[in-house]
């Protein structure tokens, strides 16, 4: 397992000179090559798990990192919390994505978009996941949904499929989970169960994650202070695949992965006439040569 | 039926009995009423009329496929090609009055059938649209018959025995031709048929000329078909109707192999295909699929027509059967056939290509959809949700691959709110940060905020001038990122009283 180091500001500025570089050189940086580990590339279907790099993530699994090729199951408390739910999967999928080949399929409740808003292409570009691989199903109906999903794990041209819907549907009891559970298995791609404002209605997933947005940490008064990394409190209410557990999260864009919050002030771009700037911006620092 | 004409209530379609009485069509209704004061009568509904009118040209499209509505009251036929498929064997070539058997058989089926349903028509085959039109409409009726289903033939070239004794008005003209030609005694079509055309033309207008040329097929008439003429298509009938889907599922596999066959000989795939299933009592049932890719395998073909079906649910009622099957291909491309490569991308775009069909075939084409970048920078049009299957996946370029330095902001939210829900915020006068806003009745307060972005609506397409967006990304107390905008200024312009800016939230950021 390759753990990220954690950020520190040296870090931070080697990876944006490295990515800068990249940049010129039209590729991307080395650190955001996901490799897909050699063991389960050789049959095609990618990783048989899904290594984060954070280790209390990983580590709350039987064997390390999350079982691919199943169903999950991610709830928020609100659906006002949808930014959030979204972002999470939206990093799952960008990982997955970034090592399998595929579309993803997002499918949708009939009047989905209304409560929660629609999925924004460039905000999920942002996270790494290309739009042009996501086709978005928006069904009639609940029954029409999961049957959707269900063609959808069977199908080879998908890597994930993702299944968003408000509070618990009547229609997807156990029974039809389970179904979705024993068609993922078979089919290869990894199923998303997406509530909003989900209940705790039983679901025959592997796991539940409860996620809720994670203030960025910082000083006080944060009034005009940037927002710093996406981040979440990830509660893993059910796992039959290893132990429950809590673990914080974060999104890091340059790297295209998750990292291990290190509540470090957000370092503020470098505007001529921005707010104050937060220590550590500016300044020539010098590390190590390895 | 009545009608109002000419600010009287007027007849204008009666029964066979009503007809026995001496009632004539056009007669005011009242004096009809004093000689028989038992009449019984309903107004017209045009409306009706006209989809039941349409019912029955999809209904002929059993003939043919090139049915044309002819006025409000008739169908025109196109069945050049089609008549010798009637022809029963053991009947003679031709008959008594010279009309081939295949177009008396196929006058005959319909008329019966018509018959079946309740209808009272009337028939008539010939070389030429206007010959056709004019023995319909004009032939004196045969005794006895006045009223019910009759039918009458011209065999080819014999048009002039058939026509020369009919009016005038068979020639389809302006009623005021048709009484200037009375008014000197021209009141039969022999009498202009045979005439030098000059004086004629000259006198009554070219348009006369014109009819009598279509009618002896010096000038060709050609029909203007209600449906699209289909590439190709296969059909079946059956002596005894079908009702079961098992039937009428074997029945599209069926005709969707003999259409296989001739795509292939073309070298093309189908892009639409349309199966049409005839019902015994006239109903014609249409069901239409589109494919993302070109396609011949029957059993695709069949996959996608029975999700269809199978999303129809109730609404697909067979009623007492279908009597004939019809599979069309709409629309083909040329079918590029591919060797798989040891790679596998091929077989999966070829797998995500079904998958969509089958979506696309059960749900409804538009809502598989893909996001199609657009080149404006108000968010909400940004992107385009577009039919996946039509979509050509080249054109969804995204740049999601470029590098991001790392602490640049996330632009962009996740999440989408279209169209914006509007917000009460307190904010930095006049052009600050919001502190704290109401949504959906609860209230959030800022924690950290990023912004201003200024965006404003182009001005060319308002007449208006656009109010400028101020957008914020803001983050509450228990981290929850939102995207506001206020539209607007706080301002006090010189007489202008002090209007407040409206707020908005438009998105969810992770």
């Keep these: ?290 | 039926m009545i009608a109002t004409r000419k600010g009287t209530e007027r007849i204008v379609a009666l029964n066979a009995a009503a007809r026995a009485l001496g009632i004539l069509a056009g007669e005011p209704l009242a004096d009809a009423r004093a000689r028989h004061p038992g009449l019984a009568s309903d107004a017209q509904a045009p409306a009706e009329e006209a989809a039941l009118l349409a019912a029955l040209a999809d209904w002929c499209d059993r003939y043919t496929p090139l049915v044309a509505l002819d006025s409000d009251d008739g169908l025109l036929l196109d069945i050049t090609g089609c008549a010798h498929l009637f022809a029963r064997d053991g009947a003679g070539a031709t008959q008594d009055d010279g009309l081939p058997a295949g177009e008396r058989a196929l006058m005959d089926d319909c008329l019966r059938r018509l018959g079946d349903q309740g209808f009272a028509a009337r028939a008539a085959v010939a070389d030429t649209p206007a010959a056709a039109w004019a023995l319909a409409r004009h032939a004196p009726e045969p005794d006895g018959l006045a009223g019910a289903a009759a039918g009458a033939g011209i065999a080819p070239g014999a048009w002039r025995d058939a026509l020369v004794a009919l009016p005038i008005a068979a020639l389809r003209l302006e009623e005021a031709t048709v009484d200037a030609l009375a008014r000197v005694g021209l009141t039969r079509i022999a009498d202009v048929v045979d005439r030098p055309r000059g004086p004629l033309a000259s006198r009554f207008g070219r348009e006369l000329v014109r009819r009598i040329d279509r009618l002896r097929g010096d000038e060709a008439e050609p029909i203007s078909p209600r449906l699209a003429v289909p590439l190709l298509a296969a059909d079946r009938r059956f002596f005894e109707p079908i009702s079961r889907e098992e039937d009428v599922r074997g029945v599209i596999l069926a005709l969707a192999e003999r259409l296989s066959r001739d795509l292939e000989r073309r070298g093309e795939g189908g892009r639409a295909f349309e199966l049409a299933l005839f019902r015994v009592d006239g109903v014609v049932n249409r069901v239409t699929v589109g494919t993302s890719r070109a396609l011949r395998e029957p059993a695709r073909v069949l996959g996608l027509f029975a999700e269809r079906l199978a999303a129809l649910g109730d609404d697909f009622d067979a009623g007492f059967g279908f009597d004939l099957v019809r599979l069309c291909v709409l629309e083909a491309q040329r079918f590029e056939a591919v060797q798989s490569d040891f790679t596998q991308a091929g077989e999966q775009t070829e797998a995500l290509d079904a998958l969509i069909d089958r979506l696309g075939a059960r749900l409804g084409i538009a809502r598989v959809a893909r996001f199609l970048p657009c080149d404006s920078h108000l968010p909400e049009a940004r992107q385009k949700l577009v039919p996946a299957a039509l979509v050509d996946t080249t054109a969804l370029v995204w740049c999601s691959e470029t590098p991001v330095a790392p602490d640049t902001p996330q632009l962009r939210p996740l999440r989408l709110i279209d169209p914006p829900e509007p917000v009460e915020a307190v904010a930095m006068v006049p052009e600050g940060p919001p502190l704290r806003f109401r949504w959906r009745r609860a209230l959030y307060e800022v924690r950290a905020c990023e912004g201003p972005e200024r965006l404003v609506p182009p001005w060319w397409q308002s007449p208006q001038p656009p109010q400028a967006r101020d957008y914020y990304r803001v983050e509450d107390g228990e981290g929850r990122r939102f995207w506001l905008y206020r539209e607007g200024f706080y301002e006090a312009d010189a007489g202008v009283e002090l209007r407040a800016p409206r707020w908005f939230l438009q998105g969810l950021y992770a």
Excluded at chain 1, 18 to 46: C, F, K, T, V, Y
């Design chain 1, 1 to 290: 397992m390759v753990a990220v180091p954690r950020p520190d500001p040296d870090r931070t500025r080697l990876v944006e000179l490295r990515s800068r570089i990249a940049a010129l050189e039209g590729r991307l940086s080395s650190e955001a090559q996901l490799q897909p580990d050699p063991a389960s590339a050789a049959n095609g279907q990618g990783p048989a798990r899904l290594l984060t790099g954070v280790a209390g993530f990983d580590g709350l699994f039987a064997a390390a990192g999350m079982p691919c090729g199943t169903l999950h199951e991610a709830t928020s408390a609100e659906s006002r919390s949808g930014g959030a739910l979204t972002g999470f999967a939206a990093a799952l999928l960008s990982c997955l994505a970034a090592r399998r080949t595929g579309a993803v399929l997002w499918v949708m409740e009939p009047d989905g978009g209304r409560e929660t808003g629609s999925p924004n292409a460039e905000g999920l570009a942002r996270f790494g996941l290309d739009p042009a691989r996501v086709v978005l199903v928006r069904a009639r109906c609940v029954a029409e949904m999961l049957w959707a999903v269900e063609e959808g794990v069977q199908a080879k041209g998908v890597c994930a499929v993702v299944a968003e819907m408000r509070g618990a549907p009547r229609a997807l009891d156990l029974t039809a989970s389970r179904r979705l559970l024993l068609r993922a298995e078979a089919g290869g791609a990894t199923a998303f169960l997406l509530r909003h404002a989900g209940g705790a209605a039983p679901t025959a997933a592997v796991t539940r994650f409860r996620i809720a947005a994670r203030p960025s940490g910082g000083r006080e008064d944060r009034r005009l202070a940037p927002l710093g990394r996406p981040g979440w409190r990830v509660e893993l209410q059910r796992n039959r695949d290893g132990r429950p557990g809590t673990v914080e999260l974060e999104w890091d864009h340059a790297m295209r992965s998750f990292a291990a919050p290190a509540d470090r002030e957000p370092v503020v771009p470098r505007t001529g006439d921005g707010p104050a700037g937060a220590p550590g911006t500016g300044r020539v620092v010098a590390f190590a040569r390895r």
